[in-house]
Structures are given as structure tokens and as C-alpha cells.
């Protein structure tokens, strides 16, 4: 089943979300008992925006709010990818510790088998606890529209043959599976429908996931009028979720982030692989940015000879050898080789076929393209606090269980870093 059922006349998130009663049409009473609400949490991802997209003016209402709010870049998790940053924002984890080490990853417990972007089996995201779990578990009510792991049901197992029945499990009390084709405004709509609710079954912490920046950044790049209008679409969507808090005098603390940033690539900036070493040596589990390669049995000095070596346009590491910088190394699903390119260049097995240009990301956690965006405003932040420079993603972690007034697992991310953003 797709989306969980909803005591609601207008079903979250379907598309008749935009058929619901407007805010302004509810009842006086309604409204007179919303103003009592306390502040709400929300926590709002746009995929793939880059700090510095806020400059150019087509960002009305995000940049509105950085100004009343607190805004600065914020350094993601290596390696900069979607799922790995994601995961390491809800649960204070880096991705060598939080077990989600790419978005396409291997383990040696399941032979055969290959984590992808569509995986939900909680094989592989068991490893650390994210923040709607204990959330739930403190009686905090949660709800998530998309985020890379809110579909899982945390802590269960997967029978291993058909109908695949899950044994336990936590999942938000509220959530939605993925579907691309939701719109923006639809999902807004399903986050203020949660809010339209009676205090006993509202949540009190939610998430929100758009994707079309990230989406529009690798089609066409950071810096093409694509981009642009898609960056422009995500800020008017915010701003539709601003007036529908102020209709429903919904008192709450935004956190909007993103995952990574995205830099230019194109053909003309390519590593082929098949040409620094015998493609029968190796095998590549993920490339990109950075390639991640196993050794064929007994041919690992032949693989070694070709690659540990200085490179034009990328270096590579055994896993273990990956400096401590990264934080990245040491978990089993990272495979024995691991090469990181140059910021704009990109690790192939061949070289291309045919000329492309789009954008990326993957690549050095501290490259300016790779930055992450970070904006905090509502009642419960200091609007003069200002984040240390180059302060990571995982110390979001700290700061979510304090706005929840939950007791954050030990982890990562440092509560100090972000205590003085919370007022008093």
C-alpha cells in the first residue's frame, strides 16, 4: 500500500489535496483553537541546493527567511551523495557509521544483492536509529512527506520469501512512499493537511523532501536557466508552506537544508577507467564523482600497480587508507579501492560515447560546489547566532532532539555546535 490511510475527508497526499477546503473557510472555532497551538517542527530537505543559489533573485521567500532567520553553508558528510547525507542528517551519523555508504552499495551478508535508491529493505538501514524512531518511542508524534528512510520501518526484518512479511519495525505515524510525480504543491498540501488535524493525533515533528533542483542541476547544471526556474519553483513552494502556517496560526521552527551541492561536469572532464587498468582486474560498484572498485580474486597487485599511484585528475586509496578527513573507510560496504576525482571531473568504465554536459555531485566534502545549504527560523531560534564556519550536517541531529525535548542518541554530531541557535 502506498500511502497510509488518513481520518481526514481530503486523503493525504492524492491529488485531490488541491480540491480541500481553503484555511480561510474553516470554521471560528477551529480557528480560535489553533492559535493555542504550540510550535511545531519541521524539517524541510531541497536536494542538491547550493548556498549560493540564494543570490541569484529568484529566491523571494527563502531569502526572506534567511534574512529573519539564521542562514549559513553547511559542510555535508563524505561521500556527498543523496541517501548517504540524507541519513546522516536524521540520525547524527556519518555514513561509515550509519551504514548507508553510497547510494548504491554491496554487502558481503547478502551475496547477490545490491542497494539502490529504491531499497527498503531494513537489512540495510538498521545500523543507526533516525530521529522519528525515538521520536515515536518519547510520544512524539511524527509524520514525513519523503525522506530518503522514512518508509522503512526501522528495526524490523524481511522475510526472505514472498509476500516478504516485515516482523517489527518503527516507522513515523504518518508517512507517504516516494513517487516522483508528486508534485511540490501537492506535498506541501499533505504536510498542512497533517496540521489541519486535532492536537491528539497531529505531529509535532515533520519532514519535507523536494527534489526537482537536484533533479535539474544534473540535466542541465548549476548554472543553467533551468536550474534557475527550478530553484524559483522549490522557493515559491516554500512560501506556500509559510502562508498556509500563518492561515492555520501554526507557530513553527524550519529547518531548511539541503543534502549537497552540484558542480558542473561534461565529457570533456572524464577519467576512463578501462584506460589506467585491465578492466579484467577489477570491478566497479559505483562511479561518478568517485568510483568504487573491488578486486578480481588474485588480482589485486595488478590492480594496485595500476591505481596507487599518482593520477592525472583523481587519486585512489585502499579503504583503509582513505585519509581520516573523510571519516570514510571503514565500514564493511565500502569496497576495498575507493578513488575520488577532481572536483568536475567524473570516473567512468570507458570513455564516453557521446558529448555531455550536466552536474554532479560526490566529490570532496570541503569543495565550495559541494556545500550544503542551512536555514533555521521560527519562534524557538536566536535570529543572532551565527553557526561555526564549516560546522557539518550531522550536528543537525543534536539541535532536532532539542526542539523535540527528546534525549539524543550519542553520535556524531556535537550538541555544542548548534546549542546557541536554540533561545532560551
Not at 388 to 400: E, H, I, M
Not at 412 to 421: I, M, Q, S
Amino acid at each position: 500500500m502506498l500511502f497510509r490511510r488518513f481520518p481526514l475527508a481530503c486523503l493525504f497526499m492524492l491529488a485531490a489535496l488541491s480540491d480541500c477546503a481553503p484555511v480561510g473557510q474553516l470554521p471560528v472555532a477551529t480557528l480560535a483553537a489553533v492559535e493555542q497551538r504550540q510550535p511545531v517542527t519541521i524539517l524541510v530537505s531541497i536536494d542538491g541546493f547550493r548556498p549560493d543559489y540564494l543570490k541569484r533573485g529568484v529566491t523571494p521567500h527563502l531569502s526572506a527567511l534567511a534574512a529573519e532567520g539564521v542562514e549559513a553553508p553547511m559542510r555535508p558528510s563524505f561521500p556527498t551523495k543523496t541517501f548517504p547525507n540524507h541519513w546522516a542528517i536524521v540520525t547524527g551519523d556519518r555514513p561509515d557509521r550509519n551504514g548507508i555508504v553510497a547510494n548504491k552499495m554491496e554487502d558481503a551478508a547478502r551475496p547477490g544483492e545490491t542497494f539502490t535508491m529504491a531499497s527498503d529493505d531494513p537489512f540495510w538501514w538498521n545500523e543507526t536509529e533516525p530521529i522519528w524512531v525515538t521520536a515515536e518511542r518519547a510520544g512524539v508524534r511524527t509524520g514525513t512527506l519523503f525522506w530518503p528512510g522514512s518508509n522503512v520501518a526501522w528495526g524490523a526484518t524481511k522475510a526472505p520469501s514472498w509476500p516478504y512479511k516485515l516482523s517489527g519495525g518503527t516507522r513515523p505515524s504518518d508517512w507517504a512512499q516516494f513517487n516522483q510525480e508528486i508534485s511540490g504543491v501537492q506535498r506541501v498540501n499533505g504536510v498542512l493537511d497533517l496540521l489541519r488535524r486535532s492536537d491528539d493525533i497531529r505531529p509535532r515533528f515533520l519532514t519535507l523532501y523536494f527534489d526537482a533542483v537536484d533533479t535539474a542541476g544534473h540535466a542541465y547544471g548549476p548554472d543553467a536557466a533551468e536550474t534557475n526556474q527550478a530553484v524559483q519553483e522549490v522557493d515559491g513552494q516554500i512560501g506556500m508552506l509559510i502562508d498556509g502556517l500563518k492561515a492555520l496560526r501554526q507557530p513553527a521552527n524550519i529547518i531548511i537544508l539541503s543534502d549537497h551541492g552540484m558542480a558542473q561536469k561534461s565529457s570533456a572532464r572524464v577519467v576512463a577507467m578501462d584506460r589506467l587498468a585491465n578492466p579484467s582486474d577489477y570491478r566497479i560498484v559505483e562511479s561518478g564523482p568517485y568510483a568504487s572498485l573491488t578486486a578480481q580474486p588474485g588480482r589485486e597487485a595488478a590492480l594496485e600497480a595500476a591505481i596507487l599511484k599518482p593520477l592525472p585528475h583523481m587519486q585512489c586509496w585502499r579503504k583503509n587508507d582513505i585519509p581520516g578527513r573523510f571519516h570514510y573507510g571503514s565500514h564493511r560496504r565500502i569496497p576495498p579501492y575507493f578513488c575520488l576525482a577532481e572536483t568536475g571531473w567524473v570516473i567512468q568504465p570507458t570513455a564516453p560515447a557521446k558529448a555531455f554536459v550536466g552536474g554532479d555531485h560526490g566529490w570532496d566534502d570541503r569543495a565550495p560546489e559541494m556545500q550544503a545549504l542551512f536555514i533555521a527560523h521560527g519562534p524557538g531560534f536566536d535570529s543572532h547566532f551565527r553557526p561555526p564556519a564549516g560546522f557539518s550536517n550531522v550536528d543537525v541531529y543534536p539541535l532536532l532532539a532539542r526542539l523535540l525535548g527528546i534525549r539524543p542518541l550519542p553520535g556524531d554530531g556535537d550538541p555544542a555546535v548548534l546549542e546557541g541557535l536554540v533561545g532560551n
